[in-house]
T-cell receptor, first 113, second 113 residues
Framework: NAGVTQTPKFQVLKTGQSMTLQCAQDMNHNSMYWYRQDPGMGLRLIYYSASEGTTDKGEVPNGYNVSRLNKREFSLRLESAAPSQTSVYFC????????????FGPGTRLTVL | QKEVEQDPGPLSVPEGAIVSLNCTYSNSAFQYFMWYRQYSRKGPELLMYTYSSGNKEDGRFTAQVDKSSKYISLFIRDSQPSDSATYLCAMSALWGSARQLTFGSGTQLTVLP
């Protein structure tokens, strides 16, 4: 039982390049989330998926797109990376019942030059 | 004004001290209250959650919620160097199609041996 896994762990991009961050969970959770974490800003929600086949914008969606590929997988795409997107990205999942607790992956450290 | 306010610290205490970490919030819609611990370069991990006002104890950790004052606390007794981490408070409410968490910015704690 790996929980939430993310790939890659690190990435360096040049401005204007694109990339996809991958996330998978093996806990049979319905809801999945993408956050970014910046110093002094805490965790900010980019996009979420309440269930397979649905996605919604969070607090900071500009410059990102997401795909809920199936119940296990939720990817985040940067179409044209900008230096302002330099951050640590975390994926999380939740069963959306009971206590609303979310379980986080190890994160992807992204630097955009 | 942010919905969730948390003193960023940093907080440095000697081993064995009692640590008090606090968050205030402004939104009465928050229903569940959580504390996450995040070690350096790792993803957040759930430490404790509470629903109602009052105290909840788990080993050396006690979570306290005062809904009337919109104030939550985490107490760590007999603090250990292994407790050195960033502590994030989080609160859940229904936004859009899913229950979502709003995080504080985190308090960085160092426990000195």
């Amino acid at each position: 039982n790996a929980g939430v896994t993310q790939t890659p762990k690190f990435q360096v991009l040049k401005t204007g390049q694109s990339m996809t961050l991958q996330c998978a969970q093996d806990m049979n959770h319905n809801s999945m989330y993408w956050y970014r974490q910046d110093p002094g800003m805490g965790l900010r929600l980019i996009y979420y998926s309440a269930s397979e086949g649905t996605t919604d914008k969070g607090e900071v969606p500009n410059g990102y797109n997401v795909s809920r590929l199936n119940k296990r997988e939720f990817s985040l795409r940067l179409e044209s990376a900008a230096p302002s997107q330099t951050s640590v990205y975390f994926c999380a999942s939740s069963d959306s019942q009971g206590t609303d607790t979310q379980y986080f992956g190890p994160g992807t450290r992204l630097t955009v030059l | 004004q942010k919905e969730v306010e948390q003193d960023p610290g940093p907080l440095s205490v000697p081993e064995g001290a009692i640590v008090s970490l606090n968050c205030t919030y402004s939104n009465s819609a928050f229903q569940y209250f959580m504390w996450y611990r995040q070690y350096s370069r790792k993803g957040p991990e759930l430490l404790m959650y509470t629903y109602s006002s009052g105290n909840k104890e788990d080993g050396r950790f006690t979570a306290q919620v005062d809904k009337s004052s919109k104030y939550i606390s985490l107490f760590i007794r007999d603090s250990q160097p292994s407790d050195s981490a960033t502590y994030l408070c989080a609160m859940s409410a229904l936004w859009g199609s899913a229950r979502q968490l709003t995080f504080g910015s985190g308090t960085q704690l160092t426990v000195l041996p």
